[in-house]
């Protein structure tokens, strides 16, 4: 329908349910009568509150249908993939706000794509700790295939340092502490991560924290602390647990056949690039050891060069010292680092909790504790 009258709008904001009964009261009675042209009918509403900018520019393009998505009213969109787009949306009855991955349309009759979307929403559902993003529902609607999972209001790691650049120590330990917790959970779940980076992990005001007395010590359990909380996005890379599984069990890897590389190579183990459906866990502690190091530092361990380049430095090569590119680490930091980026895996930490016990709790007054072994 095209928005030549307020009617046309009216009608568009009826049909694809963006406001609720009140609101639409409101319109019909008041607000059409005396805003009688589409545009600064639209201006009021974005200004109240009662649409998005997103919401509107979709009605006025002609796609109010793509603005409801089964329970689920699309709000704005928060990025997008090679498979499918990710968008905040709210259940219409619940009220709940959650984060949507929808398939693309180009891609959702490819058969490979669509398993590969489940099983990623099968692995994600196993999971429940306060680290890792939540999943509620999921399932085919209309012409494509949805999943809803649990909205977080935050910033990446990549946005948070591009914003105040390389963290404090204390709290760089504390985020990857949070992740290792996270990771942890995933691993006695049976699942591999194998994409852990920086922009797949987020960190969300800890409203639980924020008010703790200075002189409360954190357990080494506690999942958030003063920084913030943790969560630990995107499994679509996941695979269950078991190294020697193939496709024809229940260990699938959750990647297409054939050993095809996937992931990120400024974060990938050396035995990703080698037989990417064979890593274990370890591979997601040395993904995170490199996430750690740009933390600390705003680079990726192996900057520039091409993807070979770096492949291969990550198989051969050892990155530049933490301690030589930033200053006045405690002499326990670049232990751990240099720990959990070992090339070989038998040499990193075994398990993510290891790294969490080492690099311990986070304090909310003291210098912090000695690094423990």
């Given amino acids: 329908m095209t928005i030549s009258t307020t009617a046309n709008l009216v009608d568009l904001l009826r049909q694809a349910r963006l406001l609720d009964p009140p609101q639409m009261d409101e319109v019909t009675r008041d607000l059409q009568v005396r805003l009688p042209q589409p545009r600064p009918l639209a201006q009021e509403l974005m200004k109240r509150g009662w649409v998005t900018p997103y919401q509107i520019n979709q009605l006025f393009m002609g796609k109010a249908n793509e603005l409801a998505l089964g329970p689920y009213i699309i709000l704005e969109r928060l990025g997008e993939g090679g498979v499918g787009y990710v968008f905040k949306a709210r259940h219409q009855h619940m009220g709940r706000f959650v984060a949507v991955k929808v398939i693309r349309k180009d891609l959702v009759t490819d058969t490979e794509v669509v398993g590969r979307f489940y099983r990623e929403i099968h692995a994600v559902s196993q999971l429940i700790h306060p680290n890792i993003v939540v999943a509620y529902d999921a399932g085919p609607v209309g012409q494509t295939h949805f999943f809803a999972m649990e909205y977080v209001e935050g910033i990446d790691f990549v946005r948070l340092v591009k914003k105040e650049g390389p963290l404090d120590v204390e709290r760089a330990c504390d985020y990857i502490r949070q992740a290792a917790l996270g990771l942890q959970h995933i691993h006695e779940r049976g699942l591999v991560h194998r994409d852990i980076k920086p922009s797949n992990l987020l960190v969300a005001p800890n409203v639980a924290t924020d008010n703790v007395e200075e002189d409360v010590t954190i357990t080494p359990h506690t999942q958030g ?108 930091v670049p232990l751990i680092l240099r720990k959990m980026m070992a090339k070989k895996p038998d040499q990193r930490y075994q398990k993510p909790a290891q790294i969490a016990t080492a690099l311990g709790p986070p304090q909310q007054k003291r210098s912090w504790l000695p690094w423990r072994s």
């Fill in 225 to 332: 602390s003063k920084w913030g909380l943790v969560k630990i996005l995107d499994l679509g890379l996941a695979r269950l647990g078991d190294p020697v599984s193939t496709d024809a069990d229940t260990g699938s890897p959750l990647t297409v056949a054939g050993g095809a590389l996937r992931g990120t190579a400024d974060y990938l183990s050396p035995e990703q690039a080698v037989d990417f459906h064979r890593a274990d866990i370890r591979c997601d502690i040395y993904s995170l050891g490199c996430t750690f190091y740009f933390l600390l530092t705003g680079q990726a361990p192996f900057e520039g060069g091409t993807l070979a380049q770096k492949l291969m430095k990550h198989q051969t090569a050892e990155p530049t010292a933490v301690e030589k590119v930033r200053a006045g680490l405690p002499k326990h």
